[in-house]
């Protein structure tokens, strides 16, 4: 099976600009969580999307949202972005019965 | 609120040494605990889990983990470390319920030649 697939790998934004970011989870799985990891806050659940609807939201500001589509891929868009929103951004797929997430390799937005 | 504790920012080992990686968690009932291991760069790899029963359990790349309950204590182990082991180790949790994981600060693992 093929793993978490996450697009696009690297991004370079401006301040104020809007990103979105794409995850195609493992075939099969359901729910998909983003996280954000920064050096200086480790890593941080932002949401988790299961069947079409967040079902868990992190701490952060309303300038993060996502959206989960009906063939489970995911999306998660950044509005007016700020310089400290620079980070790994991770996609996480579940399948429905278990209790393990299965990560891919991030998305590296920069914020100048 | 639950947490987990990593206390070892910096381990360094030589190649063919023992290591031992460790994780407290904080929590009332157990949760599930995981070991994750992020190369340069890349995602997250799932090394191993913990949801109850034995509680030696193995994983990927000769990895395993102890739960021990009294120590509230989740650390990760291996025999002998190879060089291509160096990264970054992740210890986390969640409770049953809902898929919000909760990660340690991790350990940066470097392995001498």
């Known amino acids: 099976k093929a793993g978490v697939t996450q697009t696009p790998r690297y991004l370079i934004k401006t301040r104020g600009q809007q990103v979105t970011l794409s995850c195609s989870p493992i075939?099969?799985?359901?729910?998909v969580s983003w996280y954000q990891q920064t050096p200086g806050q480790g890593l941080q659940f932002l949401f988790e999307?299961?069947?079409?609807?967040?079902?868990n939201k992190g701490n952060f500001p309303g300038r993060f949202s996502g959206r989960q589509f009906s063939n489970s891929r995911s999306e998660m868009n950044v509005s007016t972005l700020e310089l400290g929103d620079s980070a790994l951004y991770l996609c996480a797929s579940k399948s429905g019965g278990a209790n393990e997430q299965y990560f891919g390799p991030g998305t590296r937005l920069t914020v100048t | 609120a639950q947490s987990v504790t990593q206390p070892d920012i910096h381990i360094t080992v030589s190649e063919g040494a023992s290591l031992e990686l460790r994780c407290n968690y904080s929590y009332g009932a157990t949760p599930y605990l995981f070991w994750y291991v992020q190369s340069p760069g890349q995602g997250l790899q799932l090394l191993l889990k913990?949801?109850?029963?034995?509680?030696l359990v193995q994983g990927i790349k000769g990895f395993e983990a102890e739960f021990k309950r009294s120590q509230s204590s989740f650390n990760l182990r291996k025999p002998s470390v190879h060089w291509s082991d160096a990264a970054e180790y992740f210890c986390?949790?969640?409770?049953?319920?809902?898929?919000?994981?909760?990660f340690g600060t991790g350990t940066q693992l470097k392995v001498e030649l």
């Open positions: 999307y299961f069947s079409e609807t967040q079902r």
């Open positions: 075939s099969g799985h359901r729910s």
């Open positions: 986390a949790s969640f409770t049953g319920g809902g898929n919000k994981l909760t």
């Open positions: 913990y949801f109850s029963g034995d509680t």
